[in-house]
């Protein structure tokens, strides 16, 4: 009876591991689009227009992350952060890319969540942070 109880209690403390197991480094997917649009999966992102992004590999996430940064002649113009089922206005309101005067620009998005300070689970918004997880990365150009 003894080992079957241990048995059990092995099975279930197992269950909750590898439940609660954090996504690893490129296991996710992520891809841009322009909401809103009939074909978006091929219609080009602009600037001050909407960018949303499809992705995987966040269910077991509380609190995945997507950066979008965009360049012109290599230098950032424009970085936001947000969650993945935020719509950014590529340029937000005020960026280097708005005082250029906007023009096309070479963008890329990141999935990615943060790690707490131990490392062994998701940052929980309280207390350091040890560093980020990148799930995906992508890449697409938005005209000026």
């Not at 609660?20 to 227009?49: E, R």
């Not at 005020?94 to 131990?118: E, H, K, P």
């Amino acid at each position: 009876m003894k080992t079957l109880i241990a048995f059990g209690l092995a099975l279930v403390f197992a269950g909750v591991a590898f439940a609660g197991a954090l996504p690893s480094s490129n296991s996710g997917t992520i891809s841009a689009y322009v909401p809103g649009v009939v074909g978006a999966t091929t219609t080009q992102p602009t600037y001050k227009g909407s960018v949303a992004f499809h992705t995987t590999g966040t269910s077991k996430l509380k609190n995945p992350r997507v950066w979008v940064a965009c360049y012109q002649g290599g230098a950032l113009v424009y970085g936001e952060g947000g969650s993945p089922s935020v719509v950014f206005k590529l340029g937000g309101d005020m960026s280097t890319w708005v005082i250029n005067g906007g023009g096309a620009a070479t963008c890329t998005a990141d999935l990615y969540y943060i790690l707490s300070a131990n490392g062994t689970g998701e940052w929980n918004g309280k207390g350091a942070q040890g560093g980020n997880v990148y799930l995906a990365h992508t890449g697409f150009n938005a005209a000026g």
